[in-house]
């Protein structure tokens, strides 16, 4: 358990009695509302466990069957990297950060310029994942756009397996494409068996806000749910647009949005593997974009993190992303703000590190310098141990008043543990930054970037299993 990281700390916005009052609210509107389910197979998985079906597949869905479904999540999740090893425990505390997935921009890092992504960007967001240590997980955060619409994502896939052994966060176009995945996934583990023991990826789902189930979407997740290939329903509603222009309104819609998709996993196989999720918003009156950096984001991702944990379903929220349309002030701000919330809501799968302009731009910058950040933050959540040791009694006593602690022994053993050591953040005294070319941030994150990409070796996978990829 020590490789995973455990925050002692919880940032709570919603009381106990607001949140039974949304998840309360949520029931009401399953029950009575209902949600639009554009599967005729998930319309008779629902229809047979007792839901009423009204005209044009309007689901109602019962409070009972919802609160029976819900106990048969299961609390405690493992996800294994390419080489089969533990690399994600969700359970209540731990955290883990990874990239976004499928920008169709890109920041070019060797001219800064934007461009439409490629599939050189999948490789250098795999390499560079694959690199940093608080990195734990990694969506595609580019795409293959010059690649065919109906088979980008598998190439997407095969990519990102060859350049990075971290567990992946996938997207598939529809159930053929999830299919061709799941079979590489497979002879990645050894078999579909060794797969259902050691899953390596997780598959993204989205829900149409407010209220509605794709057919394609409904597809994937029964797919899913039938092959052991854990999935996230994470709906994406907007404040003002796509749900209720209020804060608490729009985490109803959400937590309707996500809740229906997840009896019905749990309905097609009790104990299957489920996140909850949403990518949760406001709508930009004056723009007309959903910002990815609003007060409104942060306050509703917490508080739709502290809605999961006290249903005791793994919960996966954003972070790392800006509204800024380069690595700048806004941009550190933005991305600090959000690194820092999501941790401390305790959610256990956090994405979407690396995105610029609301979603719409990569940017490997802007991975590196959330990895510094989420190191920075780490230490503070580490808190204090306070303990006889920690205390330090005896030493205090023979330095004494006036004293210097810089050459105690226990200063020289410790130091190195206790403090936390930047890597990028400049602390150097003016004179030397000067000497150093005075560069700013941004400078030092680009070539931070650069090493990697051309010094960075991702372990090989075995060549029979390539040759059958490509």
């Keep these: 358990m020590e490789k995973f990281f455990k925050s002692n700390f919880r940032f709570n916005i919603l009381k106990s009695d607001e949140i039974k009052e ?35 597949n309007i689901v109602h869905i019962p409070n009972s069957l919802v609160k029976s479904t819900l106990n048969s999540i299961p609390e405690r999740i493992t996800i294994y990297n390419r080489i089969s090893e533990p690399a994600m425990i969700m359970e209540d505390g731990i955290i883990h950060y990874g990239t976004g997935s499928d920008c ?6 060797y001219t800064q310029e934007r461009r439409p992504s490629t599939s050189q960007d999948v490789i250098n967001s795999a390499i560079v994942s694959d690199h940093l240590n608080e990195i734990d997980f990694h969506m595609s955060l580019s795409r293959a756009s010059e690649k065919s619409p109906e088979n980008h994502l598998i190439h997407q896939y095969a990519l990102m397996l060859k350049n990075t052994i971290k567990p992946l966060i996938v997207t598939a176009k529809n159930k053929n494409n999830l299919e061709k995945i799941y079979s590489i996934a497979a002879l990645i583990s050894g078999s579909k068996e060794d797969f259902k023991l050691k899953p390596n990826f997780i598959l993204y789902l989205e829900p149409s806000s407010p209220l509605m189930h794709s057919k394609d979407v ?27 222009v209020t804060k608490a309104g729009t985490l109803v819609i959400a937590l309707c949005d996500s809740l229906s998709g997840i009896v019905l996993t749990q309905l097609i196989k009790p104990g299957a593997q489920v996140f909850m999720g949403g990518v949760i918003s406001n709508l930009d009156m004056s723009t007309l974009i959903m910002p990815g950096a609003s007060p409104e984001f942060l306050s509703m991702s917490v508080a739709l993190t502290e809605i999961s944990r006290n249903l005791k379903i793994p919960m996966f929220s954003t972070a790392g992303c800006t509204d800024a349309k380069t690595v700048d002030e806004q941009a550190a701000i933005e991305v600090t703000d959000s690194i820092i919330f999501a941790g401390l809501s305790g959610a256990n799968i956090i994405h979407d590190l690396g995105f610029l302009q609301s979603s719409l731009t990569g940017c490997l910058e802007l991975v590196v310098m959330s990895n510094e950040i989420i190191r920075k933050m780490k230490k503070v959540f580490e808190g204090i141990k306070v303990n006889e040791a920690t205390l330090m009694r005896d030493v205090i006593n023979k330095v004494g008043p006036g004293g210097n602690y810089l050459l105690e022994d226990s200063t020289v053993r410790l130091f190195k543990k206790e403090f936390f050591f930047p890597k990028l953040f400049n602390r150097d005294n003016y004179e030397n930054w000067l000497k150093k070319g005075s560069k700013p941030l941004k400078d030092r994150l680009n070539e931070e970037v650069l090493f990697i990409l051309e010094n960075h070796k991702t372990e090989k996978i075995e060549s029979i299993v390539n040759n059958k990829i490509n």
């Excluded at 029931?27 to 044009?56: P, R, Y």
């Excluded at 169709?104 to 890092?109: E, G, R």
């Design 104 to 109: 169709p921009n890109f920041i070019d890092p």
């Design 22 to 56: 949304i998840f309360n609210a949520s029931m009401d509107i399953l029950e009575k509302t209902g949600v639009k389910v554009f599967s005729t197979e998930a319309v008779e998985i629902f229809k047979k466990n007792g839901c009423i079906i009204k005209d044009d």
């Design 218 to 244: 409904l597809e994937k997740l029964i797919f899913s749910v039938e092959n052991d290939i854990p999935l996230i329903y994470a709906p994406c509603p907007m404040a003002g647009a796509t749900s209720p």
